[in-house]
């Protein structure tokens, strides 16, 4: 009698083991098979999030000064004030240490260019400038 009673707590144990580890089977297969969905969803999410960020805004107007920084608007209203300095050194901007050459700077097509085909992405110039007080 003893033995059937052992038998049967034991029995209920490994049923109840069976059932637990079938069900986690699965959720956990459930989970990796909609895994790549999240993934997909949360990279989705985050790329929206950047573009708002970090909408790409053409410039409207520039006025270069003579200690090489550019006061610029942006199609978005905002002023900000770019500073060159950091750039003069590399290529191509090093072709604009002369002040008068630097002052040439114009708009077009959105962003700011000077003569001899010398530009810089308008997205550079919204990252790295500083918002002027209105």
Partial sequence: MLELIVFGV??????GIALWLGNNT????????EAPKRRQ????????????????????????TPDFKLLLEFENGEHRVFDMVPLMNKKPFDK???PARFTQA???????????NIDI????LYDRSKALRS
């Fill in 26 to 33: 699965n959720r956990i297969k459930r989970e990796r098979r």
């Fill in 96 to 98: 604009l240490r002369d």
């Fill in 106 to 116: 114009y708009v077009d097509y959105g962003t700011v260019v000077w003569p001899g």
């Fill in 10 to 15: 034991l029995g209920s144990l490994f049923a």
């Fill in 121 to 124: 992405a308008p997205e550079t």
């Fill in 41 to 64: 969803k949360a990279r989705q999410a985050e790329l929206r999030r950047k573009l708002r960020e970090h909408q790409l805004l053409d410039v409207i107007r520039v006025t270069p």
